[in-house]
């Protein structure tokens, strides 16, 4: 008995320790839109050239979204299927078509195409066209899309090269 209080000691000895330092990352973090000011929030709305500013809150809600419906393959901004192909700025950019602004983004998420812009990828890919197969796209509208792409077009501007370093940075 005497050696599982200690135990039980031990153990909230360490939460207690530990739980600080969680609270004091989840505040520190350089995700929190909060920080994030007009010019980061503005990206490139379509390819003619205009853009758009998101809010703090459609940044937060967009961050939310991406990690509950692509961060398990897309964490970071890398591709897990294929590091070769991240969501940084340079690897959209150079995507057939180019999926740097928000409709081509969102048009990605409803049919996406081979990086090539060849042929879809629609049945190994989750998309809004194919959500019988892909549930985490099923309740998806295209005010969620557009806070995703909104998401994957800012998050570059604070986490740096990070943001689809892939290998690089995460030594995966």
């Known amino acids: 008995m005497a050696s599982l209080m200690s135990s039980l000691k031990r153990s909230l000895t360490r939460l207690l320790i530990l739980l600080p330092v969680l609270v004091g990352l989840s505040i520190s973090s350089p995700a929190q839109a909060g920080q994030w000011d007009a010019e980061t929030r503005t990206v490139p709305s379509n390819p003619g050239g205009n853009s758009v500013t998101f809010s703090d809150q459609e940044i937060t809600s967009g961050r939310k979204i991406f990690n509950n419906t692509c961060g398990t393959c897309h964490a970071g901004g890398i591709t897990k299927t294929n590091y070769n192909v991240g969501l940084d700025p340079e690897a959209l950019s150079l995507a057939t078509p180019p999926r740097n602004n928000v409709d081509a983004l969102v048009d990605y998420m409803k049919d996406p195409t081979s990086y090539d812009g060849e ?36 998050a570059p501007k604070i986490q740096g090269v990070q943001w689809g370093g892939g290998k690089i940075y995460f030594g995966t």
């Open 119 to 154: 042929f879809s990828i629609a049945d190994v890919h989750p998309s809004t066209s194919n959500s019988d197969l892909y549930v985490q796209m099923r309740d998806l509208d295209d005010e969620d899309l557009r806070l995703i792409a909104g998401y994957i077009l800012v």
